[in-house]
């Protein structure tokens, strides 16, 4: 009901991508491959749960992936905790990675990012949380129709890579086409303008999704 399954790996699985799943009820999808760790230690006491990354970059209704060592497989023994005080619902859980929806009402910007359990806490990482803003670059009237829109990141400096889809194509049309992958500059003006005609009155909607763009670096050598 939760929408939610969990799975008993078995002592003797080898290590690797070795354990095929499957849902008995969806014969047409094809098995998943599940990579099995084999550990070093079997540790007799609890241990501390361990963050190592985070999607650093996330919508504010987004998917939280969470990388570290010494989570609970059972997704309700793990507590998400942003900011100290909010807590985000873990979907997916096995002892190296977390997936946990951001809790709503996030505000743009830095927050830091814990994992409890078995009442033991991890060590705190950041991420952003962003939000993207649309809008028309000046008043639109009978004579002047829509020309430009003004894509806004909100909530960090650096640069995004936007994917845009246009829901609404009877409405407005993107000049660039109705999918469209856009790199913003970054810094204090984190906006790109897009060429866009109004074809009928109403409001238009346009699906985004964001993720960072990697900073290159260069090694030299004198």
Do not use: W
């Amino acid at each position: 009901q939760d929408g939610k399954v969990t799975y008993l790996v078995p002592e003797d699985a080898p290590p690797g991508p070795s354990l095929q799943v499957a849902l008995a009820a969806r014969p047409e999808s094809l098995p998943e491959a599940i990579n099995v760790l084999q550990p070093l230690t079997t540790p007799s006491s609890p241990q501390v749960p361990r963050i190592d990354r985070v999607s650093p970059l996330l919508m504010g209704n987004g998917c939280l992936t969470i990388d570290g060592h010494s989570f609970d497989g059972i997704a309700e023994r793990n507590r998400v905790i942003i900011d100290g005080t909010h807590d985000a619902r873990v979907v997916v859980a096995s002892p190296v990675q977390l997936k946990a929806d951001l809790p709503p009402g996030l505000a743009p910007g830095e927050h830091s990012v814990t994992v409890s359990s078995s009442a033991l806490r991890s060590n705190p990482i950041e991420l952003e949380v962003v939000n993207v803003a649309i809008e028309s670059t000046g008043k639109e009237s009978e004579k002047a129709q829509l020309r430009k829109l003004m894509v806004r990141v909100v909530g960090t400096s650096r640069k995004v890579r936007l994917k845009l889809q246009n829901n609404s194509p009877d409405i407005i049309r993107l000049f660039k086409g109705e999918e469209v992958i856009v790199t913003t500059p970054g810094g204090a003006n984190n906006f790109v303008v897009l060429g866009a005609q109004r074809l009928s009155r109403g409001n238009f909607r346009i699906g985004t999704s964001v993720e960072p763009v990697l900073e290159s670096v260069t090694n030299r050598t004198h």
